[in-house]
């Protein structure tokens, strides 16, 4: 007999991310393909109106993911050819991107060491008379200070679109994320918290963006399939704008019904798993790990650290030590500006956006963490530290 031994004392990989779901997405999932009906459908429907609630907006509109939900939300308010679009550099470059769908520009304004959010000041100081919409985004869950933000661009006719891709669950003023944002745009991608594989929902508490909304998703049409197949009628559709394919499947929507139930524990968990590397982490002298604003309450989506400038090693030989011990932790959020993509842009500097996207890595952090993966995390930056 021949047994093929494991190599002794390998321990499991800690990755950053795992996705939280089980045999109930499975089942959900399986009902809708048994189902007939798998394209946006029913399911959709429901997976809307239960999001809407949860967040507390008065509409949301699923779409096939974050970025082309900031597509639409940048169509739906009119933004176009000319317009200059503020929007944070330190973001995934989707925010960015989605300025350009629309023949827009983007304009990079710097953010808050505290937060790694824009704030009314920064906006400001990037303001022009083209601007025309802005983009705050909740970066990594981290709630962004809106008040200030809308007192200072709604006198002036700008638009704001909350990117809250990182944000389900996040709690800004006592209220969830979106609750009264004018326009809201969240990812289901499974490195976010609640997932469907790809997707996205975009909430408004202005029920006409939401109309137009449904209608532009769906190639502009006077009366969606789904509903057209439930009434049987025959009268045939109208097409009354050019639109787009955006739209969610029923498949995602049954796998997403069941993740939405699971938020509150996901962010209970995230946030207890963020106060025990908060106190891990307070001996360990210059590391400043993200915390929750005066103004509202993290879902921890990403829970990065800042190195100090006299660390032992540079961040990217830190990540290396991560990998040597089998986990698997993140450089800090990007800057879009520093990316060829955006070489065609005004180059900008943006003092704090480089010091946290160099210096900063997001910790691993996921609902089945244990106790004893975290201290192998912390025992990284111990060894490293000599402490
Ligand atoms: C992930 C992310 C997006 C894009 O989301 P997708 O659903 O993958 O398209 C947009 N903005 C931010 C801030 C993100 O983190």
Known sequence: ????????????????????????????????????????????????????????????????????GLHLALHLLGIGPGDEVVVPSF???ATANSARYVGATPVFADVDPATGNVTAASIE????????????????????????????????????????????????????????ADVAVFSFHPRKIVTTGEGGMLTT??????????????????????????????????????????????VQAAIGRVQLGRLDAM?????????????????????????DPAWGESNFQSCWVLLPEDFPIGRDELLVRFTEAGISPRRGIMAAHLEPACADLPQV??????????????????HQMTDADQDRVVAVFREVMGR
């Open 205 to 250: 508490n202005r029920p006409e963006l939401a109309t137009r909304a449904r209608r532009l998703r769906e190639h502009g049409m006077s009366v969606s399939a789904a509903e057209r197949h439930a009434t049987g009628s025959v009268a045939p559709e109208q097409y009354l704008e050019p639109g787009f394919n955006f739209r969610m499947t029923d």
């Open 1 to 68: 007999m021949t047994t093929v031994t494991e190599p002794a004392a390998t321990l499991p990989a800690i990755p950053v991310m795992v996705p939280w779901m089980g045999e109930e997405e499975a089942t959900a999932a399986a009902e809708a393909v048994r189902s007939g009906w798998v394209a946006q459908g029913p399911r959709v429907r429901a997976f809307e109106e239960e999001f809407a609630r949860r967040v507390g907006a008065a509409e949301a509109v699923a779409v096939s993911n974050c970025t082309t």
């Open 125 to 180: 100081a990037v303001l022009t008379e083209r601007t025309r919409a802005v983009i705050v985004v909740h970066q990594g869950g981290m709630p962004a200070e809106t008040r200030p933000i809308y007192d200072l661009l709604t006198p002036r006719g700008i638009a704001v679109v909350e990117d809250a891709a990182c944000a389900i669950g996040t709690t800004v003023y006592g209220e969830p994320v979106g609750a009264s």
């Open 267 to 291: 962010v209970a968990r995230r946030r207890e798993l963020a106060a025990r590397y908060r106190e891990l982490l307070a001996p360990l002298p210059g590391l400043r790990m993200v915390e």
């Open 91 to 93: 973001s995934f470059i």
């Open 349 to 366: 500097s943006l003092p704090v956006t480089e010091r946290l996207t160099a210096d900063s890595l997001i910790l691993p952090l996921y």
